[in-house]
Protein backbone atom coordinates (compact mmCIF):
# COMPACT_ATOMS: atom_id res chain seq x y z
CA UNK A 1 0.00 0.00 0.00
CA UNK A 2 0.97 3.39 -0.93
CA UNK A 3 -0.25 7.06 0.96
CA UNK A 4 0.92 10.00 -1.03
CA UNK A 5 1.56 13.41 0.96
CA UNK A 6 1.00 16.99 -0.68
CA UNK A 7 1.28 20.40 0.11
CA UNK A 8 -0.47 22.40 -2.24
CA UNK A 9 1.49 25.56 -3.53
CA UNK A 10 -0.39 28.94 -3.17
CA UNK A 11 -0.61 30.76 -6.43
CA UNK A 12 0.37 31.37 -9.86
CA UNK A 13 1.96 35.00 -10.60
CA UNK A 14 1.84 36.85 -14.17
CA UNK A 15 0.66 33.26 -15.42
CA UNK A 16 3.92 31.27 -13.48
CA UNK A 17 3.77 28.89 -10.41
CA UNK A 18 4.68 31.10 -7.19
CA UNK A 19 7.95 29.98 -6.25
CA UNK A 20 8.58 30.82 -2.69
CA UNK A 21 12.41 32.00 -2.27
CA UNK A 22 12.76 29.77 0.34
CA UNK A 23 10.27 26.92 2.19
CA UNK A 24 10.02 25.36 5.31
CA UNK A 25 9.53 21.54 5.95
CA UNK A 26 5.81 20.95 6.25
CA UNK A 27 5.78 19.79 9.94
CA UNK A 28 2.17 18.60 9.64
CA UNK A 29 3.20 16.28 6.99
CA UNK A 30 6.01 14.86 8.81
CA UNK A 31 3.74 14.49 11.61
CA UNK A 32 1.53 12.15 9.27
CA UNK A 33 4.28 10.41 7.67
CA UNK A 34 5.35 9.12 11.57
CA UNK A 35 1.61 8.11 12.22
CA UNK A 36 1.93 5.38 9.03
CA UNK A 37 2.56 2.07 9.80
CA UNK A 38 6.03 1.13 8.45
CA UNK A 39 4.84 -1.84 5.92
CA UNK A 40 3.28 1.22 4.32
CA UNK A 41 4.99 3.49 1.45
CA UNK A 42 5.20 6.99 1.94
CA UNK A 43 5.74 9.75 -1.00
CA UNK A 44 5.56 13.63 -0.37
CA UNK A 45 5.24 16.48 -3.28
CA UNK A 46 5.86 19.52 -1.91
CA UNK A 47 3.55 21.24 -4.51
CA UNK A 48 5.88 24.35 -3.93
CA UNK A 49 8.94 22.64 -4.68
CA UNK A 50 7.92 19.23 -6.57
CA UNK A 51 5.65 18.82 -10.06
CA UNK A 52 3.09 16.27 -8.82
CA UNK A 53 2.65 12.96 -10.54
CA UNK A 54 -1.09 12.25 -10.93
CA UNK A 55 -0.50 8.98 -13.01
CA UNK A 56 1.96 7.45 -10.57
CA UNK A 57 0.28 4.60 -8.62
CA UNK A 58 -1.08 5.56 -5.21
CA UNK A 59 -3.76 4.28 -2.59
CA UNK A 60 -4.61 7.22 -0.96
CA UNK A 61 -3.72 11.26 -1.38
CA UNK A 62 -3.35 13.13 2.37
CA UNK A 63 -3.40 16.66 1.56
CA UNK A 64 -3.03 19.40 4.43
CA UNK A 65 -5.15 22.56 3.43
CA UNK A 66 -4.79 26.36 5.12
CA UNK A 67 -7.40 28.85 3.89
CA UNK A 68 -4.22 30.55 1.35
CA UNK A 69 -4.28 27.52 -0.45
CA UNK A 70 -7.43 25.91 -0.44
CA UNK A 71 -8.07 26.60 -3.99
CA UNK A 72 -5.04 24.81 -5.21
CA UNK A 73 -5.95 21.93 -2.83
CA UNK A 74 -9.08 21.50 -4.28
CA UNK A 75 -7.74 21.36 -7.87
CA UNK A 76 -4.89 18.97 -7.47
CA UNK A 77 -7.60 16.47 -5.14
CA UNK A 78 -9.95 17.13 -8.46
CA UNK A 79 -7.35 15.54 -10.71
CA UNK A 80 -6.72 12.94 -8.43
CA UNK A 81 -10.44 11.52 -7.94
CA UNK A 82 -10.54 12.05 -11.41
CA UNK A 83 -8.15 8.91 -11.42
CA UNK A 84 -10.32 7.23 -9.07
CA UNK A 85 -7.60 7.95 -6.44
CA UNK A 86 -9.60 8.53 -3.14
CA UNK A 87 -8.34 11.71 -1.09
CA UNK A 88 -8.48 13.05 2.40
CA UNK A 89 -8.25 16.29 3.65
CA UNK A 90 -7.15 18.09 6.73
CA UNK A 91 -5.25 21.06 8.40
CA UNK A 92 -6.27 24.66 9.28
CA UNK A 93 -9.13 25.39 6.79
CA UNK A 94 -10.21 21.36 6.72
CA UNK A 95 -11.31 22.13 10.11
CA UNK A 96 -12.41 25.76 9.89
CA UNK A 97 -14.97 25.08 6.96
CA UNK A 98 -15.44 21.08 6.87
CA UNK A 99 -18.40 21.31 4.89
CA UNK A 100 -17.11 23.07 1.56
CA UNK A 101 -13.27 20.94 1.90
CA UNK A 102 -16.08 18.19 1.84
CA UNK A 103 -17.09 19.22 -1.51
CA UNK A 104 -13.88 17.83 -3.10
CA UNK A 105 -12.59 15.20 -0.86
CA UNK A 106 -13.43 11.71 -0.21
CA UNK A 107 -12.79 12.36 3.86
CA UNK A 108 -12.21 15.32 5.91
CA UNK A 109 -10.30 15.17 9.26
CA UNK A 110 -11.53 17.52 11.34
CA UNK A 111 -9.14 18.43 14.11
CA UNK A 112 -5.60 16.62 14.93
CA UNK A 113 -4.11 13.81 12.81
CA UNK A 114 -2.72 11.60 15.89
CA UNK A 115 -6.16 10.51 17.19
CA UNK A 116 -7.64 9.83 13.86
CA UNK A 117 -5.14 9.10 11.54
CA UNK A 118 -4.51 4.79 12.17
CA UNK A 119 -8.34 4.93 11.92
CA UNK A 120 -8.38 6.22 8.77
CA UNK A 121 -5.71 3.73 7.12
CA UNK A 122 -7.42 0.87 8.39
CA UNK A 123 -10.85 2.00 6.98
CA UNK A 124 -9.12 2.83 3.72
CA UNK A 125 -7.89 -1.15 3.78
CA UNK A 126 -11.32 -2.09 4.41
CA UNK A 127 -12.32 0.09 1.26
CA UNK A 128 -14.46 1.85 3.64
CA UNK A 129 -13.27 5.74 4.17
CA UNK A 130 -15.88 7.46 6.36
CA UNK A 131 -16.56 10.96 4.78
CA UNK A 132 -16.08 13.02 8.18
CA UNK A 133 -13.26 11.65 11.12
CA UNK A 134 -13.44 14.42 13.85
CA UNK A 135 -10.57 14.44 16.56
CA UNK A 136 -10.41 18.22 17.67
CA UNK A 137 -7.39 19.86 19.25
CA UNK A 138 -7.05 18.20 22.54
CA UNK A 139 -4.98 15.05 22.16
CA UNK A 140 -2.64 14.44 24.63
CA UNK A 141 0.63 15.04 23.25
CA UNK A 142 2.37 12.16 24.06
CA UNK A 143 4.94 9.92 22.51
CA UNK A 144 4.74 10.24 18.63
CA UNK A 145 7.25 11.17 16.96
CA UNK A 146 7.57 12.90 13.18
CA UNK A 147 8.94 11.06 10.67
CA UNK A 148 11.05 14.05 8.84
CA UNK A 149 12.51 11.30 5.88
CA UNK A 150 9.90 12.00 3.57
CA UNK A 151 12.33 15.58 3.39
CA UNK A 152 14.83 14.13 2.58
CA UNK A 153 16.30 15.64 -0.65
CA UNK A 154 14.16 18.28 -0.61
CA UNK A 155 15.75 21.96 -1.00
CA UNK A 156 14.03 23.61 2.10
CA UNK A 157 15.58 26.11 4.00
CA UNK A 158 17.73 24.73 7.04
CA UNK A 159 15.09 25.03 9.90
CA UNK A 160 13.61 22.67 11.77
CA UNK A 161 10.42 22.54 12.98
CA UNK A 162 8.64 21.35 15.85
CA UNK A 163 6.73 22.25 19.19
CA UNK A 164 6.52 22.08 22.98
CA UNK A 165 2.98 23.78 23.30
CA UNK A 166 0.24 23.39 21.23
CA UNK A 167 -2.88 25.85 21.65
CA UNK A 168 -3.26 29.17 22.85
CA UNK A 169 -5.84 30.46 26.45
CA UNK A 170 -6.70 33.90 24.70
CA UNK A 171 -9.03 34.15 21.95
CA UNK A 172 -8.72 36.92 19.68
CA UNK A 173 -11.25 37.85 17.55
CA UNK A 174 -9.16 37.32 13.91
CA UNK A 175 -7.48 34.21 15.26
CA UNK A 176 -8.51 30.76 13.83
CA UNK A 177 -6.35 29.24 16.41
CA UNK A 178 -8.61 30.23 18.59
CA UNK A 179 -11.69 29.06 16.74
CA UNK A 180 -10.08 25.52 16.93
CA UNK A 181 -8.38 25.24 20.17
CA UNK A 182 -10.97 26.66 22.01
CA UNK A 183 -8.78 28.41 24.86
CA UNK A 184 -6.71 24.94 25.14
CA UNK A 185 -3.29 24.32 25.68
CA UNK A 186 -0.97 21.40 25.83
CA UNK A 187 2.42 20.31 26.05
CA UNK A 188 4.68 17.67 25.13
CA UNK A 189 6.69 15.85 27.46
CA UNK A 190 10.03 18.02 27.32
CA UNK A 191 12.01 14.05 26.99
CA UNK A 192 9.79 13.97 23.92
CA UNK A 193 10.81 17.11 22.40
CA UNK A 194 14.57 16.66 23.43
CA UNK A 195 14.11 13.60 21.83
CA UNK A 196 13.28 15.01 18.46
CA UNK A 197 15.52 17.57 18.63
CA UNK A 198 18.54 15.33 18.99
CA UNK A 199 17.21 13.00 16.14
CA UNK A 200 18.14 16.31 13.94
CA UNK A 201 21.20 16.99 12.25
CA UNK A 202 19.84 21.01 11.33
CA UNK A 203 20.71 23.09 14.13
CA UNK A 204 18.51 25.99 14.13
CA UNK A 205 14.71 25.02 15.93
CA UNK A 206 11.58 26.59 15.11
CA UNK A 207 9.26 25.99 18.18
CA UNK A 208 6.13 26.77 15.88
CA UNK A 209 3.77 27.27 19.70
CA UNK A 210 1.83 30.03 19.61
CA UNK A 211 2.98 31.05 23.05
CA UNK A 212 5.95 29.25 24.09
CA UNK A 213 5.88 31.53 27.27
CA UNK A 214 2.60 31.34 28.27
CA UNK A 215 3.54 28.82 31.39
CA UNK A 216 6.64 29.76 32.38
CA UNK A 217 7.27 26.86 34.97
CA UNK A 218 6.80 24.52 32.24
CA UNK A 219 8.93 26.35 29.93
CA UNK A 220 11.82 26.84 32.72
CA UNK A 221 12.07 23.11 32.35
CA UNK A 222 12.49 23.28 28.30
CA UNK A 223 14.89 25.52 28.60
CA UNK A 224 16.78 23.72 31.26
CA UNK A 225 16.98 20.24 29.33
CA UNK A 226 17.95 21.77 25.95
CA UNK A 227 20.77 24.61 27.09
CA UNK A 228 23.27 21.52 26.86
CA UNK A 229 22.22 20.69 22.90
CA UNK A 230 23.81 23.44 21.69
CA UNK A 231 21.18 24.34 18.98
CA UNK A 232 19.71 28.17 18.47
CA UNK A 233 16.03 28.62 18.28
CA UNK A 234 13.52 30.98 17.58
CA UNK A 235 9.65 30.67 18.35
CA UNK A 236 6.33 33.17 19.68
CA UNK A 237 5.59 34.59 22.37
CA UNK A 238 3.62 37.58 23.95
CA UNK A 239 4.58 40.90 25.01
CA UNK A 240 4.37 39.85 28.56
CA UNK A 241 8.13 37.87 28.74
CA UNK A 242 9.63 40.43 28.57
CA UNK A 243 8.57 41.63 32.35
CA UNK A 244 10.23 38.25 33.45
CA UNK A 245 14.04 39.02 33.39
CA UNK A 246 14.79 35.40 35.09
CA UNK A 247 13.49 33.83 31.85
CA UNK A 248 14.60 35.89 29.37
CA UNK A 249 18.29 35.43 30.82
CA UNK A 250 17.65 31.57 30.85
CA UNK A 251 16.25 31.69 26.79
CA UNK A 252 18.90 33.68 25.78
CA UNK A 253 21.48 31.04 27.51
CA UNK A 254 19.56 28.13 26.14
CA UNK A 255 20.26 29.77 22.50
CA UNK A 256 17.06 31.51 21.80
CA UNK A 257 17.96 34.05 18.92
CA UNK A 258 14.44 35.43 18.15
CA UNK A 259 10.75 35.85 18.99
CA UNK A 260 7.93 36.18 17.34
CA UNK A 261 5.78 38.84 18.90
CA UNK A 262 2.48 40.06 18.14
CA UNK A 263 1.98 43.63 18.79
CA UNK A 264 -0.77 43.70 15.94
CA UNK A 265 -1.40 47.88 16.37
CA UNK A 266 -0.94 50.95 18.47
CA UNK A 267 -4.19 51.72 19.03
CA UNK A 268 -5.70 50.72 22.56
CA UNK A 269 -9.30 51.06 21.13
CA UNK A 270 -8.56 48.39 18.14
CA UNK A 271 -6.33 46.06 19.92
CA UNK A 272 -9.65 45.64 22.87
CA UNK A 273 -12.00 45.38 19.94
CA UNK A 274 -9.74 42.31 18.84
CA UNK A 275 -9.94 41.28 22.59
CA UNK A 276 -6.14 41.00 22.07
CA UNK A 277 -5.91 40.63 26.42
CA UNK A 278 -2.22 40.09 27.20
CA UNK A 279 -1.28 43.19 24.80
CA UNK A 280 -3.44 45.42 26.06
CA UNK A 281 -2.11 46.62 29.90
CA UNK A 282 1.24 46.79 28.44
CA UNK A 283 0.57 48.82 24.94
CA UNK A 284 2.61 51.92 26.90
CA UNK A 285 5.51 50.05 27.68
CA UNK A 286 6.14 48.36 24.28
CA UNK A 287 9.14 50.72 24.45
CA UNK A 288 10.97 49.29 27.86
CA UNK A 289 10.06 45.76 26.86
CA UNK A 290 11.40 45.50 23.47
CA UNK A 291 14.60 47.42 24.51
CA UNK A 292 14.93 44.74 27.39
CA UNK A 293 14.34 41.87 25.30
CA UNK A 294 17.41 42.40 22.68
CA UNK A 295 19.45 43.61 25.91
CA UNK A 296 18.86 39.63 26.56
CA UNK A 297 20.32 39.22 22.58
CA UNK A 298 17.38 38.15 21.56
CA UNK A 299 16.03 39.71 18.14
CA UNK A 300 12.28 40.63 17.69
CA UNK A 301 10.20 39.68 14.35
CA UNK A 302 7.21 41.79 14.88
CA UNK A 303 3.77 41.13 13.89
CA UNK A 304 1.45 43.85 13.07
CA UNK A 305 -2.41 43.31 12.24
CA UNK A 306 -4.07 46.75 10.75
CA UNK A 307 -7.44 47.49 9.53
CA UNK A 308 -9.95 46.81 12.74
CA UNK A 309 -12.39 49.98 13.08
CA UNK A 310 -10.30 52.11 15.38
CA UNK A 311 -6.93 52.33 12.74
CA UNK A 312 -6.56 55.05 10.55
CA UNK A 313 -3.91 55.95 8.06
CA UNK A 314 -2.03 57.22 10.37
CA UNK A 315 -2.15 54.09 12.95
CA UNK A 316 -0.51 52.29 10.02
CA UNK A 317 2.31 54.88 10.01
CA UNK A 318 2.88 54.99 13.67
CA UNK A 319 2.95 51.09 13.69
CA UNK A 320 5.91 51.74 10.98
CA UNK A 321 7.60 54.19 13.11
CA UNK A 322 7.58 52.02 16.06
CA UNK A 323 8.91 49.21 14.03
CA UNK A 324 11.74 51.50 12.36
CA UNK A 325 12.71 52.67 15.92
CA UNK A 326 13.02 49.52 17.71
CA UNK A 327 15.04 48.31 14.45
CA UNK A 328 13.41 44.86 15.01
CA UNK A 329 14.86 41.91 12.73
CA UNK A 330 11.38 41.70 10.50
CA UNK A 331 8.32 42.96 10.55
CA UNK A 332 4.84 41.84 9.47
CA UNK A 333 2.62 44.55 8.09
CA UNK A 334 -0.83 42.45 7.94
CA UNK A 335 -4.06 44.20 6.60
CA UNK A 336 -6.80 41.96 8.98
CA UNK A 337 -7.66 38.76 6.73
CA UNK A 338 -11.43 37.38 7.85
CA UNK A 339 -11.21 33.56 8.14
CA UNK A 340 -14.17 31.73 8.12
CA UNK A 341 -15.66 30.53 11.39
CA UNK A 342 -13.67 33.17 13.62
CA UNK A 343 -15.51 36.25 15.44
CA UNK A 344 -14.36 38.72 12.91
CA UNK A 345 -15.67 36.86 10.23
CA UNK A 346 -18.97 37.08 11.46
CA UNK A 347 -19.22 40.72 12.43
CA UNK A 348 -18.10 41.49 9.46
CA UNK A 349 -20.66 39.38 7.58
CA UNK A 350 -23.17 40.71 9.76
CA UNK A 351 -22.15 44.21 9.11
CA UNK A 352 -22.25 43.28 5.18
CA UNK A 353 -18.81 44.62 4.99
CA UNK A 354 -17.19 41.30 3.64
CA UNK A 355 -16.16 42.45 -0.36
CA UNK A 356 -15.97 38.56 -1.11
CA UNK A 357 -17.73 35.84 0.44
CA UNK A 358 -15.11 33.44 0.31
CA UNK A 359 -12.07 34.99 -0.73
CA UNK A 360 -10.31 32.30 -0.68
CA UNK A 361 -11.49 30.87 -3.53
CA UNK A 362 -12.64 34.03 -5.47
CA UNK A 363 -11.18 34.10 -8.65
CA UNK A 364 -10.99 38.05 -8.19
CA UNK A 365 -9.69 38.01 -4.85
CA UNK A 366 -5.28 38.37 -5.14
CA UNK A 367 -2.80 37.79 -2.14
CA UNK A 368 -2.37 40.87 -0.13
CA UNK A 369 -5.68 42.73 -0.95
CA UNK A 370 -8.22 44.16 1.36
CA UNK A 371 -10.96 41.57 1.80
CA UNK A 372 -13.45 43.61 3.86
CA UNK A 373 -14.66 47.39 4.18
CA UNK A 374 -12.24 49.25 6.91
CA UNK A 375 -14.33 51.69 8.59
CA UNK A 376 -11.88 54.27 8.74
CA UNK A 377 -9.75 53.89 5.20
CA UNK A 378 -10.98 52.11 1.86
CA UNK A 379 -10.07 49.04 1.21
CA UNK A 380 -7.36 50.10 -1.35
CA UNK A 381 -5.81 52.64 0.80
CA UNK A 382 -5.53 49.55 3.42
CA UNK A 383 -3.84 47.56 1.52
CA UNK A 384 -1.51 50.11 -0.15
CA UNK A 385 -0.78 51.54 3.19
CA UNK A 386 0.58 47.94 4.51
CA UNK A 387 2.17 47.31 1.02
CA UNK A 388 3.89 50.37 1.79
CA UNK A 389 4.59 50.06 4.89
CA UNK A 390 6.34 46.59 4.27
CA UNK A 391 8.65 47.97 1.02
CA UNK A 392 9.33 51.00 3.86
CA UNK A 393 10.92 49.04 6.13
CA UNK A 394 12.55 47.26 3.60
CA UNK A 395 14.61 49.78 2.12
CA UNK A 396 17.99 49.97 2.11
CA UNK A 397 18.53 52.87 4.82
CA UNK A 398 15.99 51.03 6.92
CA UNK A 399 18.11 47.52 6.13
CA UNK A 400 21.26 49.68 7.44
CA UNK A 401 19.43 51.11 10.66
CA UNK A 402 18.35 47.54 11.66
CA UNK A 403 21.82 45.76 11.17
CA UNK A 404 22.66 48.86 13.85
CA UNK A 405 21.00 46.81 16.06
CA UNK A 406 24.01 45.13 17.57
CA UNK A 407 22.68 43.70 20.72
CA UNK A 408 20.71 41.59 18.78
CA UNK A 409 20.44 41.33 14.53
CA UNK A 410 24.64 41.95 14.36
CA UNK A 411 25.44 40.45 17.64
CA UNK A 412 27.93 38.10 16.08
CA UNK A 413 28.50 36.53 12.44
CA UNK A 414 25.66 34.07 12.99
CA UNK A 415 23.60 36.41 13.40
CA UNK A 416 25.02 38.71 10.69
CA UNK A 417 24.51 35.92 8.38
CA UNK A 418 20.99 35.24 9.58
CA UNK A 419 20.36 38.61 9.20
CA UNK A 420 21.58 39.40 5.90
CA UNK A 421 19.99 36.23 4.33
CA UNK A 422 16.25 36.40 5.97
CA UNK A 423 16.46 40.60 4.75
CA UNK A 424 16.99 39.63 1.37
CA UNK A 425 14.43 36.67 1.28
CA UNK A 426 11.98 38.85 2.79
CA UNK A 427 12.08 41.85 0.72
CA UNK A 428 12.21 40.05 -2.23
CA UNK A 429 8.88 38.16 -1.47
CA UNK A 430 7.41 41.21 -0.81
CA UNK A 431 6.98 42.27 -4.71
CA UNK A 432 6.54 38.74 -5.61
CA UNK A 433 3.65 37.85 -3.88
CA UNK A 434 1.95 41.14 -3.85
CA UNK A 435 -0.98 40.73 -6.17
CA UNK A 436 -0.66 36.84 -6.71
CA UNK A 437 -3.41 34.91 -7.66
CA UNK A 438 -5.18 31.87 -5.51
CA UNK A 439 -4.33 28.99 -8.11
C1 LIG B 1 5.32 27.90 10.87
C2 LIG B 1 4.21 28.67 10.23
C3 LIG B 1 4.49 29.32 9.02
C4 LIG B 1 5.84 29.24 8.29
C5 LIG B 1 5.80 28.23 7.15
C6 LIG B 1 5.55 26.84 7.57
C7 LIG B 1 5.80 25.87 6.41
N1 LIG B 1 6.07 24.68 6.73
O1 LIG B 1 5.76 26.21 5.27
C8 LIG B 1 5.87 30.65 7.65
C9 LIG B 1 6.36 31.63 8.70
C10 LIG B 1 6.72 30.81 6.41
C11 LIG B 1 4.38 30.84 7.41
C12 LIG B 1 3.86 31.49 6.35
C13 LIG B 1 2.51 31.68 6.19
N2 LIG B 1 1.55 31.36 7.08
CO1 LIG B 1 1.82 30.31 8.67
N3 LIG B 1 1.96 29.45 10.31
C14 LIG B 1 2.93 28.78 10.84
C15 LIG B 1 2.50 28.25 12.22
C16 LIG B 1 3.12 29.16 13.28
C17 LIG B 1 2.85 26.82 12.51
C18 LIG B 1 2.39 25.81 11.45
C19 LIG B 1 2.67 24.43 11.95
O2 LIG B 1 3.63 23.79 11.54
N4 LIG B 1 1.87 23.97 12.93
C20 LIG B 1 2.01 22.68 13.55
C21 LIG B 1 1.20 21.62 12.79
C22 LIG B 1 1.54 20.25 13.29
O3 LIG B 1 -0.15 21.91 13.07
P1 LIG B 1 -1.30 21.82 11.95
O4 LIG B 1 -0.82 22.35 10.66
O5 LIG B 1 -2.54 22.33 12.52
O6 LIG B 1 -1.44 20.24 11.72
C23 LIG B 1 -2.21 19.40 12.57
C24 LIG B 1 -3.71 19.36 12.22
O7 LIG B 1 -4.21 20.52 11.62
C25 LIG B 1 -3.85 18.15 11.35
N5 LIG B 1 -3.54 18.22 9.94
C26 LIG B 1 -2.86 19.14 9.22
N6 LIG B 1 -2.80 18.80 7.94
C27 LIG B 1 -3.42 17.61 7.80
C28 LIG B 1 -3.64 16.83 6.68
C29 LIG B 1 -4.33 15.62 6.83
C30 LIG B 1 -4.56 14.77 5.64
C31 LIG B 1 -4.79 15.22 8.13
C32 LIG B 1 -5.48 13.93 8.30
C33 LIG B 1 -4.59 16.04 9.25
C34 LIG B 1 -3.89 17.22 9.07
O8 LIG B 1 -2.92 17.25 11.96
C35 LIG B 1 -1.73 17.99 12.28
C36 LIG B 1 -1.05 17.34 13.45
O9 LIG B 1 -1.84 17.38 14.59
C37 LIG B 1 0.93 28.41 12.15
C38 LIG B 1 0.25 28.72 13.48
C39 LIG B 1 0.32 27.53 14.41
N7 LIG B 1 0.78 27.76 15.59
O10 LIG B 1 0.01 26.40 14.04
C40 LIG B 1 0.77 29.52 11.12
C41 LIG B 1 -0.42 29.46 10.18
C42 LIG B 1 -0.59 28.05 9.69
N8 LIG B 1 0.00 30.31 9.06
C43 LIG B 1 -0.96 31.00 8.54
C44 LIG B 1 -0.82 31.90 7.44
C45 LIG B 1 -2.02 32.72 7.08
C46 LIG B 1 0.38 32.00 6.73
C47 LIG B 1 0.64 32.90 5.50
C48 LIG B 1 -0.44 32.90 4.45
C49 LIG B 1 0.94 34.30 6.05
C50 LIG B 1 1.08 35.37 4.99
N9 LIG B 1 0.14 36.33 5.02
O11 LIG B 1 1.97 35.33 4.17
C51 LIG B 1 1.96 32.31 4.95
C52 LIG B 1 1.69 31.23 3.87
C53 LIG B 1 2.91 30.43 3.53
C54 LIG B 1 2.68 29.38 2.44
N10 LIG B 1 3.52 29.39 1.42
O12 LIG B 1 1.77 28.57 2.48
C55 LIG B 1 -2.26 30.75 9.27
C56 LIG B 1 -3.22 29.88 8.48
C57 LIG B 1 -4.66 30.24 8.74
C58 LIG B 1 -5.62 29.44 7.95
N11 LIG B 1 -6.87 29.66 8.22
O13 LIG B 1 -5.30 28.67 7.09
C59 LIG B 1 -1.76 30.13 10.64
C60 LIG B 1 -2.71 29.17 11.31
C61 LIG B 1 -1.46 31.34 11.57
C62 LIG B 1 -2.71 32.06 12.01
N12 LIG B 1 -3.11 31.87 13.25
O14 LIG B 1 -3.30 32.82 11.30
N13 LIG B 1 3.67 30.15 8.36
S1 LIG C 1 -2.68 35.17 21.33
FE1 LIG C 1 -2.09 34.59 19.23
S2 LIG C 1 -2.60 32.41 18.99
FE2 LIG C 1 -3.61 33.15 20.84
S3 LIG C 1 -5.68 33.67 20.20
FE3 LIG C 1 -4.47 35.56 20.07
S4 LIG C 1 -3.63 35.59 17.99
FE4 LIG C 1 -4.39 33.52 18.36
Redesign the pocket.
Known amino acids: MKITLIKPN?GLKKGQDYQ?LG??????LA??AGLIPSDVEVKLYDD?LDRIDYDEKTDLV???V????AKRAYTIAGNFRKRAVPV??????A??IPNEVKEHADSV?I????PV?GK?IDDLKRNALKPFYYSGFKCELLGYRPDRRIFRGKKYLPIT?T?FSRGCPYSCSY???AVLYQGGIRFRPVEDVVDDIESQDKDLI?F???NITYNRTKLEKLLRAVRGLGIKWIS?ADINVAKDEKILKLMAKSGCIGLVIGFETLSEASLRQMQKFPNIPLLYRYDELVRRIHDYGISVWAAFLLGYDYDTKDTIEATLEFAIKHKFFFSAF?QL?P?HGTPIYSFLKAQQRLLFDRWWIDTDYKFGQTSFMPKNMSPEELTDGCLQARLRFNSYTNIFRRATNVNANFRNLHRIAMFLKYTYLFKKEIKN?QNMILR
Do not use: W
Request: charged share 15%; hydrophobic share 45%; glycine share 6%.
Open positions: MDSMQPYAILRAITETFTVMGGFHSLVGEAEFVLHCPDFVDNQNIYK
